[in-house]
């Protein structure tokens, strides 16, 4: 039988290669910060001329550093190096940015004045030009960077225009490639300090924003400077770009202003201490990383469409996307996420970019569902692959209908918890970034009693009789470590912290937002081989050591006993080879998530009672603490010392809630 492959079940995403229309060029503007230490700028430099030798060579590249003025570096002429300078404290429009790079031709030459059209910019832009032309032209130019050499004085900080700097790229390119994929890559090594779009003064007695300031309204070019960049970011996703922020300083750079840049047009954020540190270094270099045809994992201006059957609507979206206004009768009155749309623009994508969905089931009183009928869904993406073709990606999905009261069972048994509690998390981070952290708790703790209401078997008042099927028995522990994260917990991070954290977790798949909500712990013993153990201070023995991954950071914990072992030095000697074996286990599994995954993580090597044990700590389920640590004779584990709740604690409360008959 030769039916076409749309028409065979098991074929539930297609994808098309479009062949029409010129191939786009892949096109990487970097924009560089030189108001770096000699250290940090050396190391930067060093990255950037390598990931020359990553790019095809039929991409375009282009080079703009910026201190107190901006330079926009012409890439065409030989032998001699030409910029052309802005400054740094005037907000440019996008035409006069055009105008002055000589992008228009001027309307005194003879011709009308008209921008020059795309596919002649390619010869006559002399800023982006082809790897292959300026490959070792460029390379020079990026050894010879110097430090900005505007003198900064004592107490003072560095004056830096990243706001106008941005505005030239972003310009630059709607100039030149509008409606191309394209990525502005943005290196800063500190704060904007001047200009428009500055997130704090040059004095550095009065310091960056913190959570504390936010609160009290202290922060004076906070509303300013996240409204500059949030025009900017719009401009740029609207014609297809995408901005990376790639910040590595020991104090914060201003991402809590910054981050609508990458969270709006699908760019990468990474945060590090320093451009000299092999953290920063293997994950840039992992930006660049290829799939085994030799292409990019990454792609460029990204079309997302949904479309439904006649009793669904579609509520909005969360994820690195912004809404494309396209109304329809499958579009929900009821906005999640970015909503009002059925269709949204994704400028960057990579293998891992997920988007969150949100839908409703309407008319079920005046035209009842059909029983036994299905609902249907598909998903159509556009996108032009990092091998310059147009793709387009169609899945279709199809689902039986279930009465809500007699067919309960049925949504219970197909009920995913895990994809539910990434969901769930999902709106309560976009929630959190407009609303006060305890109200989006309370939020989240009404939706759970409601769930648990809902689809727990209990006898009412009777907290003890209260239980949940296994289709749902994970998910108020995922809740509960939810409630406690960094994403909905600002305590102990800084804003910038927090934004970056919140970045992440939007886009990721779901097996990475689960580690994040709920990091992974594993034991490892002389008793048998590692094994994976309940995140709770229960786990925390003398005798074991512990890998923890929670995405951003990997623990590992050596117990009280095996760090003094290893202090006096065993693993030296040979009749302990399986001690010798036992610490090196943890690390070797340590290195392969190091080997893949992207931003690489934080690794941290530490032992009982050491500063950094605090990491590991800080994520268990106190279920002793400092409180209860002499009640029914427990030996076991490591009391914590904290006024958190632990899970049992939480789960009674939710027990009794549950059944409450006054609920």
């Not at 994970?474 to 934004?499: A, G, I, K, T």
């Amino acid at each position: 039988m030769n039916q076409p492959a749309e028409l065979m079940p098991q074929f539930s995403t297609i994808e098309y290669i479009v062949q029409r229309g010129p191939p786009a060029p892949l096109i990487f503007l970097y924009v560089v910060d030189t108001c770096l230490e000699e250290e940090d700028l050396q190391a930067l430099k060093e990255s950037l001329q390598m990931s020359l030798s990553l790019l095809p060579p039929n991409a375009l590249v282009g080079l703009i550093t910026f201190g107190r003025m901006v330079q926009v570096h012409e890439l065409s002429c030989e032998g001699i190096a030409k910029s052309y300078v802005f400054r740094g404290t005037k907000d440019l429009s996008s035409k006069q940015i055009q105008e002055m790079l000589g992008l228009t031709k001027p309307a005194a030459s003879g011709q009308q004045g008209r921008p020059s059209a795309p596919q002649d910019a390619t010869s006559s832009c002399r800023f982006l030009q082809p790897v292959h032309r300026v490959d070792m032209n460029l390379t020079d130019l990026l050894g010879e960077l110097q430090r900005d050499p505007w003198p900064v004085p004592q107490g003072k900080r560095p004056l830096r225009s990243t706001g106008v700097a941005l505005s030239v790229a972003v310009g630059l390119l709607e100039g030149t490639f509008p409606n191309t994929g394209a990525r502005v890559m943005l290196f800063i090594g500190g704060p904007p300090t001047q200009g428009p779009g500055m997130v704090v003064g040059d004095e550095l007695k009065t310091p960056i924003r913190s959570w504390h300031d936010i609160q009290k309204d202290n922060a004076r070019h906070l509303k300013k400077a996240t409204k500059y960049y949030e025009a900017m970011a719009n401009r740029s996703a609207v014609n297809g770009h995408s901005i990376d922020i790639y910040a590595c300083a020991l104090d914060q750079t201003g991402l809590l202003e910054m981050k609508c840049l990458s969270n709006l047009t699908g760019g990468h954020i990474v945060m590090g201490d320093s451009f000299n540190t092999s953290l920063f270094k293997q994950t840039f270099q992992r930006v660049f990383s290829k799939d085994y045809n030799g292409d990019f994992r990454m792609a460029f201006g990204g079309v997302l469409e949904v479309k439904t059957s006649r009793e669904l609507k579609v509520c909005g979206a969360i994820g690195p996307c912004v809404s494309l206004n396209s109304k329809g009768s499958c579009v929900s009155e009821n906005e999640m996420g970015v909503g009002g749309t059925s269709q949204w623009k994704v400028c960057s994508l990579n293998p891992s970019t997920t988007l969150g969905i949100y839908f409703e089931v309407v008319n079920q009183h005046n035209a009842p569902v059909p029983q036994g009928g299905r609902g249907a869904i598909q998903f159509v993406s556009q996108y032009q692959h990092s091998n310059t073709q147009r793709r387009i990606r169609v899945t279709t999905i199809a689902r039986n209908w279930a009465d809500a009261q007699s067919q309960i069972q049925h949504i219970e048994s197909s009920f995913d918890q895990e994809a539910a509690a990434v969901l769930m998390a999902r709106l309560g981070v976009f929630r959190a970034e407009s609303e006060e952290g305890p109200d989006v708790l309370r939020w989240l703790d009404r939706q759970l009693i409601r769930l648990c209401q809902k689809f727990g078997q209990f006898n009412k008042d009777d907290p003890t009789s209260f239980k949940l099927s296994e289709s749902l028995s994970l998910y108020p522990q995922f809740m509960f470590h939810l409630r406690r994260s960094p994403f909905l917990q600002v305590f102990n991070n800084s804003p910038d912290e927090s934004s970056y954290y919140r970045h992440h977790f939007v886009r990721q798949d779901l097996t990475q937002s689960l580690i994040m909500i709920q990091p992974i712990l594993y034991s490892y013993s002389f008793h048998g081989p590692p094994e994976p153990v309940l995140l709770d201070s229960g786990s925390i023995l003398p005798d074991r050591i512990l890998l923890m991954d929670t995405f951003f950071q990997l623990v590992i914990y050596h117990g009280e006993t095996i760090a003094q072992w290893r202090k006096a030095g065993y693993q030296e000697m040979a009749e302990y080879e399986n001690f010798k074996q036992l610490l090196q286990a943890p690390l070797d599994d340590a290195q392969e998530i190091l080997q893949t995954r992207f931003p690489m993580p934080r690794y941290i090597d530490t032992e009982h009672g050491g500063s950094q044990a605090r990491f590991l700590l800080s994520k268990v389920n106190p279920s002793q603490t400092h409180n209860n640590l002499y009640a029914w004779g427990q030996e076991t584990g490591a009391p914590i010392l904290t006024d958190d709740v632990s899970l049992q604690v939480f789960m009674d409360h939710l027990k009794k809630l549950a059944v409450s008959s006054s609920a």
